[in-house]
């Protein structure tokens, strides 16, 4: 458990650096977990980013699939969430930047 500990750390860390260099950081760094969260820019959907990481090789899941609000009617339209975890650090850095891209397409 230690070593995915780690590995998940190093990852999360590497996707929040590369996220906040590029001006689109998480809403919060994770502490733990498999995920993360980014609030696109104004007038960017998830659909929009996803359909564009698609062509790119990224996959990514527009945030209102899994809004855990979504009962009350609020909506993650203009949200992404981004998993750190299975993947090397080299692959979640290049995928962040490929995600980068996408959004500022």
């Known amino acids: 458990v230690g070593g995915l500990v780690a590995s998940y ?7 929040v650096e ?3 260099a590029e001006g689109i950081p998480p809403r919060c ?3 733990g977990g498999y995920f993360l969260w980014v609030d696109l820019p104004a007038g960017v959907t998830g659909e929009a980013v996803l359909a564009k990481c698609a062509d790119l090789g990224v996959t990514v899941l527009p945030g209102e699939i899994c809004d855990p609000e979504k009962e ?5 339209r203009s949200c992404i969430r981004l998993c750190f975890a299975y993947q090397k650090v080299d692959d979640i850095q290049l995928g962040t930047r490929r995600f980068c891209a996408a959004v500022k397409a």
């Open 29 to 31: 760094v994770p502490l």
């Open 9 to 15: 750390s190093s990852c999360a860390a590497a996707m």
């Open 18 to 20: 590369i996220l906040q």
């Open 72 to 76: 009350t009617g609020t909506s993650c």
